[in-house]
Every structure is written in C-alpha cells, then in structure tokens.
C-alpha cells in the first residue's frame, strides 16, 4: 500500500482547543492537496470550512467531544446544526459513564437518536477505547452494530492513550459486517497507519501522515 492509498484513508484532524481559522483553512487545503478522506474539524468552523471547500472536501465534525457526557438532546441538537452548517461527518462520543453504570439500552437509543440526527449523514461512534474493559469494548461492538452507526471508532486523542493495534483487530473481530473501523489518536507514521488498515481499519484520524509527506 503506497502513501496515497493510506491518505486517501485519512480523516485530516485538527481538533486542538486553539485552533484558528487560519489554521482550519490550511487543514482544509492540505487535506484536499493530498485527497484525504476528509478535514476533521470543531464544530465552530464547519459552515465556513464548508463554504471554502465548495464540494471539494467532506467536512467532519465531532459532537459531545472529547468526554461524551452531554445530554442526549443536547447531542442531537449539535448534530443537526452541524448538518445543517455543511458537515458530511459526525463523529461522536458515547456517554462513557453510562457504559460503567451498565446502561447499554441508554446508550444503544442515544447512538440511534444521533443517527437519525445525521439525516443520511455519516456517524462514527467514539468509544474511548484506553477507558474501557475488554468486556465492555466487546459490548460496545455489539451495540455499535445495532445501532446503524457507520463506524466504531477508538479514541478522541484526549483520552490519555490512542489506537491500539489490539483494539482494532478486536473491533474487526467483534462488529457486524456494516460497520466500518475507524482507528485515531497516536498515529505516529505510515507504518503505524498501514499496520492498523491491515488490521482492519477502514479510516484514520491523525494529523501526522499529512506532516510526514510535507515533510
């Protein structure tokens, strides 16, 4: 697999608390520069990210980010809007807590309440994987694939740990055959990346492959 293959494989991710739209618009630009999957992006800048791309690029966002524990309505709310701003994208984190109390019908009827917010659009479910049992990621696969959510995803990158080549080979062992994997956070290089898709994975949210080919 040559480095384009794999970028074309990239959700391109600037989601740092700082970012400026300067710093969105050469994300856009160079995602678009190396035909990544899509520019990943705050919510905030969605409508004009979108705007500027004018078709050329997929705009994703995420929705409870980073720790998942607002409120269900709250949740589908910023989806919608960022539907409606222009996102193609949404990736979202469950409400971990919940997971941990053991409220898997909780949050099997929230992924659910989201993707029928994305109108078509496509979800990503964000587990957090470096926070959970191997119980309950296994738990989560199953409950990603009832769902009808696109993808399982494994990290928000602000979770204290990222991708695991473990936790990709047991999401490709463990979801239904509609669900894609979606591998993120800690992505070092293009070994890493191709090790993961290799595994399993399907896209890649990172920053660093695009760095790497700038050089």
């Not at 607002?70 to 984190?93: H, L, P, R, S, Y």
């Not at 949050?107 to 979800?123: M, N, Q, S, Y």
Request: aromatic fraction near 6%; glycine fraction near 10%.
């Amino acid at each position: 697999m040559d480095k384009f293959e794999i970028l074309n494989k990239v959700d391109h991710t600037l989601l740092s608390q700082t970012a400026t739209w300067e710093e969105i618009r050469k994300t856009c630009d160079d995602a678009m520069e190396y035909h990544c999957a899509s520019a990943c992006i705050p919510a905030s800048y969605v409508k004009q990210a979108a705007e500027y791309v004018n078709g050329r690029l997929p705009i994703c966002t995420v929705i409870g980010f980073p720790n998942g524990y607002d409120t269900t309505a709250a949740k589908c709310f910023m989806t919608q809007d960022a539907v409606k701003n222009g996102a193609e994208e949404i990736d979202m984190v469950i409400n971990l807590g919940w997971v941990k109390d053991g409220k898997w019908d909780a949050v099997l009827d929230e992924i659910k309440a989201i993707k029928d917010a994305c109108g078509g659009k496509l979800l990503k479910v964000i587990i957090e994987t470096c926070l959970l049992t191997e119980e309950e990621k296994v738990k989560m696969c199953e409950i990603v694939t009832a769902s009808g959510a696109d993808y399982i995803k494994t990290s928000t990158g602000f979770g204290g740990a990222g991708a695991t080549r473990e936790d990709v080979a047991l999401f490709a062992r463990h979801v239904g055959p509609d669900v894609k994997i979606k591998a993120a956070g800690g992505i070092a290089g293009f070994e890493d990346a191709e090790d993961f898709l290799r595994l399993g994975a399907d896209r890649l949210g990172t920053s660093r492959l695009v760095k790497a080919m700038k050089g």
